[in-house]
């Protein structure tokens, strides 16, 4: 009897890619609108005669620049883990996970130093509510991101060596913190 050969197999569905694809798009659109209010907000107290950066108030152009600079670093180990994934190298994969969240965890430090330098009152006009919203997204974006870099080196680090897709997950999101930042640096902290 002859028999038809078997089907190919079915391509891969990428379901956490354009998971963290659309939680990217989520995100930009909420950090998006957020600095979308910020110019409104700067453009209304220019334009009503008023200062829209408080009195007393001096922007830490070293440690913002430095948490920019960081995010270069982060995306080279995101890229270096998914270059070991894909070829089977468990220890430098995870050496370059655990690499990435160090150095997030080096942003959030440099930004919890920024806003004890900086002294923003919150009850000084839209300024301050303002640059907490803004800023404080970016760190809570950049626990998350913390929390899927330790997540993606357990997995990945646990025995699940061939599932090399929430490496590229992880090195997605963390392109789009790198490009995230790099807005809100431009915004809140270079055009004061």
């Not at 930009?28 to 209010?37: E, H, K, P, R, S």
Request: hydrophobic letters at 60%; glycine letters at 6%.
């Amino acid at each position: 009897m002859i028999a038809l050969p078997s089907a190919p197999a079915p391509a891969p569905r990428r379901q956490l890619l354009v998971a963290t694809a659309l939680w990217c798009a989520a995100a930009a659109t909420m950090l998006g609108g957020m600095l979308a209010l910020w110019m409104r907000f700067r453009d209304e107290a220019g334009a009503n005669g008023q200062r829209w950066l408080p009195e007393g108030v001096v922007v830490q152009e070293v440690s913002t620049n430095i948490m920019l600079l960081a995010f270069v670093p982060i995306c080279l180990f995101a890229q270096w883990a998914v270059y070991a994934a894909a070829r089977g190298d468990r220890s430098h994969t995870g050496l370059a996970l655990f690499l990435v969240a160090f150095l997030a965890i080096a942003v959030i430090n440099a930004q919890a130093f920024a806003w004890s330098q900086m002294e923003v009152k919150v009850r000084e006009g839209a300024y301050g509510p303002m640059f907490y919203a803004v800023t404080g997204s970016m760190v809570v974006l950049l626990v998350i991101g913390i929390i899927v870099s330790l997540v993606t080196a357990l997995r990945f680090l646990g025995g699940r060596s061939n599932d090399r897709e929430i490496v590229a997950a992880h090195a997605l999101y963390w392109y789009f913190m790198a490009a995230m930042y790099s807005a809100v640096w431009f915004v809140v902290y270079v055009t004061k």
